[in-house]
């Protein structure tokens, strides 16, 4: 079976092989050089890949908020990921798919929006540009976020605890915690030692660490002799590392821009911590990068 149809879409440079879904615009694939797939399959402990978050990142108290007296339902992460994606351009080693507002947008989220999503393969790097325009005639309050979840072991028969994250420059600010899908008020000391954070699986036994403070703009998972994953971002300001408390094979590690409301916070979107507030006819890109390196290449 072909892997580019309708509903998804196959890309390979010689290096790297990608594909892409239309539902979420998910890449759903990540392949090196010898076929070996870096990318979390969505398995039993969590149906999903590489989701777009958007038009919020995490959760609202209670999923909702109030706009000009109405209130809307909004879930954790927003709407994208659940939503069909328009196939804009496709090319052997590209493709851009876009959303836009609707009626069934405005039911959750009474703003016109255009969201495109640029994926581009180079050499041994893949590329997602989000390209967020706001047609309307008023301030459009938004997050994005992303959401890849890398394979943990990266190689089979490399333990878990062998395995590191480490930071372009020093992390040393507080970091946050998740309780019931909201920013903990409690802050707790920066877990990376000397730009490194040593990860098992007892770290998300509280759910995600997340940098809101964040100094780097990439880092590098690697395990003992395995290849090794760089992320790379521009314009995300915040990061979360996440996996499930209960242990799974899988790392998130997620640039964003905005995050979870912090507990006890009930305002409006554009009082939100952490969102963006694009004047009307304005635009906001910002984007990341996945490489596949080989192994040490961490340091």
């Given at each position: 079976m072909s892997d580019t149809s309708d509903d998804r879409h196959r890309m390979?440079?010689?290096?790297?092989?990608?594909?892409?879904?239309?539902?979420?615009?998910?890449?759903?694939?990540?392949?090196?050089?010898?076929?070996?797939?870096?990318?979390?399959?969505?398995?039993?402990?969590?149906?999903?890949?590489?989701?777009?978050?958007?038009?919020?990142?995490?959760?609202?108290?209670?999923?909702?908020?109030?706009?000009?007296?109405?209130?809307?339902?909004?879930?954790?992460?927003?709407?994208?990921r659940d939503r069909r994606f328009t196939w804009v351009d496709r090319t052997e080693t590209s493709c851009v798919l876009r959303l836009e507002d609707d009626p069934e947008s405005h039911a959750h989220y009474p703003y016109p929006f255009r969201l495109e999503l640029a994926y581009q393969l180079e050499h041994d790097g893949l590329t997602l540009r989000y390209t967020l325009s706001n047609p309307g005639e008023g301030v459009l309050p938004a997050s994005l976020g992303a959401h890849p979840a890398f394979a943990w072991p990266i190689l089979p028969g490399v333990e878990k605890e062998e395995h590191e994250l480490r930071f372009a420059r020093d992390e040393t600010a507080p970091i946050h915690g998740v309780s019931g899908g909201l920013l903990t008020a409690a802050i707790h000391p920066s877990p990376v030692v000397d730009r490194v954070l040593e990860l098992r699986p007892e770290l998300f036994a509280e759910d995600a660490l997340v940098f809101t403070t964040l100094a780097s703009r990439s880092v590098r998972f690697s395990g003992h002799d395995t290849p090794v994953i760089e992320m790379s971002w521009e314009g995300f300001e915040q990061l979360g590392v996440w996996s499930k408390p209960t242990g799974a094979d899988f790392l998130c590690i997620e640039p964003w821009h905005g995050y979870a409301s912090p507990e006890g916070y009930t305002g409006d979107l554009p009082e939100k911590p952490g969102m963006m507030l694009l004047p009307a006819g304005t635009q906001r890109e910002l984007q990341w990068t996945v490489r596949l390196l080989p192994p040490d290449s961490g340091t």
């Amino acid at each position: 079976m072909s892997d580019t149809s309708d509903d998804r879409h196959r890309m390979a440079n010689g290096w790297i092989t990608a594909v892409v879904l239309a539902h979420g615009a998910e890449l759903c694939s990540l392949q090196g050089e010898d076929g070996h797939e870096f990318l979390w399959q969505a398995g039993p402990a969590w149906p999903r890949h590489s989701p777009v978050l958007f038009p919020i990142v995490g959760r609202l108290a209670d999923d909702t908020y109030t706009h000009e007296g109405q209130s809307y339902r909004l879930t954790q992460h927003g709407f994208a990921r659940d939503r069909r994606f328009t196939w804009v351009d496709r090319t052997e080693t590209s493709c851009v798919l876009r959303l836009e507002d609707d009626p069934e947008s405005h039911a959750h989220y009474p703003y016109p929006f255009r969201l495109e999503l640029a994926y581009q393969l180079e050499h041994d790097g893949l590329t997602l540009r989000y390209t967020l325009s706001n047609p309307g005639e008023g301030v459009l309050p938004a997050s994005l976020g992303a959401h890849p979840a890398f394979a943990w072991p990266i190689l089979p028969g490399v333990e878990k605890e062998e395995h590191e994250l480490r930071f372009a420059r020093d992390e040393t600010a507080p970091i946050h915690g998740v309780s019931g899908g909201l920013l903990t008020a409690a802050i707790h000391p920066s877990p990376v030692v000397d730009r490194v954070l040593e990860l098992r699986p007892e770290l998300f036994a509280e759910d995600a660490l997340v940098f809101t403070t964040l100094a780097s703009r990439s880092v590098r998972f690697s395990g003992h002799d395995t290849p090794v994953i760089e992320m790379s971002w521009e314009g995300f300001e915040q990061l979360g590392v996440w996996s499930k408390p209960t242990g799974a094979d899988f790392l998130c590690i997620e640039p964003w821009h905005g995050y979870a409301s912090p507990e006890g916070y009930t305002g409006d979107l554009p009082e939100k911590p952490g969102m963006m507030l694009l004047p009307a006819g304005t635009q906001r890109e910002l984007q990341w990068t996945v490489r596949l390196l080989p192994p040490d290449s961490g340091t």
